[in-house]
Nanobody, 124 residues
Framework: VQLQASGGGLVQAGDSLRVTCVTSERTSNRYAVAWFRQAPGKEREFVAGISRTGGYTYYEDSVKGRFTVSRDNAKNTVYLQMNSLKPEDTAVYYC??????????????????WGQGTLVTVSS
């Protein structure tokens, strides 16, 4: 499965941005999808995830209430809507697929397929 992430860019603090991940084949009911991010000099970290059916979502504490993950299974697309962006949200954002159980969603080693990443830069 190939993943194509897009939608990153340069925004100011407080702005909104939506990043998109399109998969090359159907992933509904087969894979959970997550967004990870990696800032310069830091490890890759879990940001948000959505279950196979889209019925459950998960968020890293620092983005709760600001970010929303969703999936449009008819379009093989997963979105990450990011509101009230902060400079500390600056990173390369990656989408990834897993067949792991929900308890393992935050572990990047559980993900099988990764997109190429899209850069989000938030200026202060």
């Amino acid at each position: 499965v190939q993943l194509q992430a897009s939608g990153g860019g340069l925004v100011q603090a407080g702005d909104s941005l939506r990043v998109t991940c399109v998969t090359s084949e159907r992933t509904s009911n087969r894979y959970a999808v997550a967004w990870f991010r990696q800032a310069p000099g830091k490890e890759r970290e879990f940001v948000a995830g959505i279950s196979r059916t889209g019925g459950y979502t998960y968020y890293e504490d620092s983005v709760k209430g600001r970010f929303t993950v969703s999936r449009d299974n008819a379009k093989n697309t997963v979105y990450l809507q990011m509101n009230s962006l902060k400079p500390e949200d600056t990173a390369v954002y990656y989408c990834a697929l897993t067949r792991a159980v929900q308890s393992a969603y935050r572990d990047p080693d559980q993900y099988i397929y990764w997109g190429q990443g899209t850069l989000v830069t938030v200026s202060s």
